[in-house]
């Protein structure tokens, strides 16, 4: 069960309300509708883990299911096969080899479910509850909202998925200047749920107090966004954003001419793609986007974990060159074969030095070749996009953020829009801020997310909104 510590993340919730005096013998999946099922897995000789299972429906009318669990990352797996069925339930999770299974009890509207991974077996029982033990953080908005909230579903026709988000809608006069936000990479929610916090929860509650309409989204196979999540590559998310800065756009309350975009790490390499893609685009805020080629800022987050853990600097020079040699095999070797016979031979003759402080396992080697996303992501360069941006520009990075390291991608950020002859653009590096510009007085290592009660610096907040309210005055005065 120790995979088990690796392969859970946490799920998407959504608040639904429990309707009594249900017989589940006598119903079907489609009829018992959506639910939050919540228990306890007691792990031998681990720990207890908090498990919950949200069924809820998809843009298209479907159902699907998500395994969350809620002690470790705010990352759900969906479930392959689901089924309430002649007073059994049961859920397969392909991909980390589980099987929740069990009766319905209808007395307490219980599931006395085993849990079943590696071929481990684990009582796991369930009940249904209206939300999830989850303590709000500070900056969590509080309802009433002094704005209009509106849930929307819109399409990306190339490829036939459903995006379901929220709209942010200022309650003064329009039409308004409006935003989309891009989360960073990972199965997403709209409110890029990470480590108990919402940033994008945060941050579009305060562009609207400022007067943005703001339009948030599902990625592509979560929550109740359509499409596969899984196969996706960089490209296909930014064909989905694409999707909903057209959308955003043919909406009466907002002003077409002052539509932009917001993007936070992964949304910060796509944000860019969309502006060369579309003249329309007004403006664009990269928060932690890359400047440098992926190869080279994956083996400088890498380095940078490790530093942040500990590491000793000569250990990080030896760590460097070794990740940086199996990354340029990934990003260098086109056949999968060929790449996983070079990437098996640097592991066969690893150094004892390498041994000892290099911790990716052989078999990264099978998801790193078996994922759509990373292949192209590896082989990726933001900055013959970025020498195409014409837009105005605001790029800002933690100068504690161990994941897109500031000062390397800044440079990058910045010398390509010389490139471009932008001369409307704004960089900053804002001190001791983390990858969540978050302010810490540690390492900015991803451990610390979760203990840090700030969502996201007011600074940072501040400094986008007025940036943005800067960039949208003059639609605002009829120019």
């Not at 640097?346 to 990373?374: G, Q, Y």
Request: glycine fraction near 8%.
């Amino acid at each position: 069960m120790k995979n088990l510590l690796k392969i859970l993340a946490v799920a998407i919730i959504v608040l639904v309300l429990f309707c009594p005096g249900i017989s589940f013998a006598a119903l079907t999946t489609e009829e018992i509708g959506e639910h939050i099922w919540f228990g306890v897995l007691n792990v031998s000789g681990h720990a207890q883990f908090r498990i919950a299972i949200e069924v809820l429906r998809k843009a298209d009318g479907n159902l699907a299911a998500f395994l969350t669990s809620i002690d470790q990352r705010d990352i759900g797996i969906l479930a392959d096969e689901f089924s309430f069925e002649n007073g059994t339930a049961r859920f397969v999770i392909k991909v980390a080899d589980i099987v929740i299974e069990g009766p319905i009890n209808e007395d307490d509207l219980s599931i006395d479910a085993q849990f079943t991974q590696g071929g481990n077996t684990i009582p796991l029982p369930l009940k249904i509850v209206e939300e999830l033990p989850v303590i709000p953080k500070k900056q969590d908005p509080v309802k009433p909202y002094p704005y209009d909230e509106e849930t929307v579903v819109f399409d990306n026709p190339a490829v036939g998925v459903k995006l379901a988000g929220t709209m942010t809608i200022p309650r003064s006069p329009g039409p308004h200047p409006a935003v989309l936000l891009l989360s960073g990479s990972g199965p997403m929610e709209r409110n890029e749920k990470a480590f108990g916090h919402k940033p994008f929860l945060v941050l579009s509650d305060y562009l609207t107090r400022n007067g943005f309409a703001v339009l948030r989204y599902d990625k592509r196979g979560v929550g109740r966004s359509t499409g596969d999540h899984h196969s996706a590559k960089p490209s296909d998310f930014a064909s989905d954003a694409l999707a909903g800065f057209r959308y955003l756009r043919s909406r009466p309350d907002v002003d077409p001419r002052a539509v932009g975009i917001v993007g936070h790490s992964e949304g910060g390499l796509i944000a860019p793609m969309i502006a060369t893609e579309s003249p329309d685009v007004a403006f664009i805020v990269m928060l932690a986007g890359p400047g440098i080629s992926n190869c080279e800022g994956i083996v400088l987050q890498n380095c940078a974990i490790r530093r942040a853990k500990g590491m000793s600097e000569a250990d990080i020079v030896i760590f460097h060159d070794w990740i940086e040699r199996y990354h340029v095999i990934l990003r260098d070797e086109k056949d999968d074969d060929v790449a996983r016979k070079k990437l098996n031979s640097l592991f066969d003759n690893m150094t004892e030095d390498e041994k000892r402080i290099v911790p990716t396992p052989r078999h990264a080697i099978d998801a790193d070749l078996s994922s759509p996303w990373f292949r192209e992501f590896i082989a990726g360069d933001p900055r013959p996009t970025l020498r195409k941006v014409t837009c105005p520009v605001l790029a800002l990075n933690g100068s504690k953020d161990v994941q897109v390291s500031a000062k390397e991608n800044l440079r990058g950020i910045e010398e390509s829009l010389k490139a471009a002859g932008n001369t409307r653009y704004t960089v900053k590096e804002m001190p001791d801020m983390n990858h969540l510009f978050q302010v810490t007085d540690k390492t900015g290592a991803v451990e610390e997310y979760k203990d840090i009660e700030e969502t996201m610096s007011p600074v940072v907040l501040d400094t986008i909104a007025q940036w943005l309210v800067s960039q949208t005055e003059r639609y605002a005065q009829g120019k």
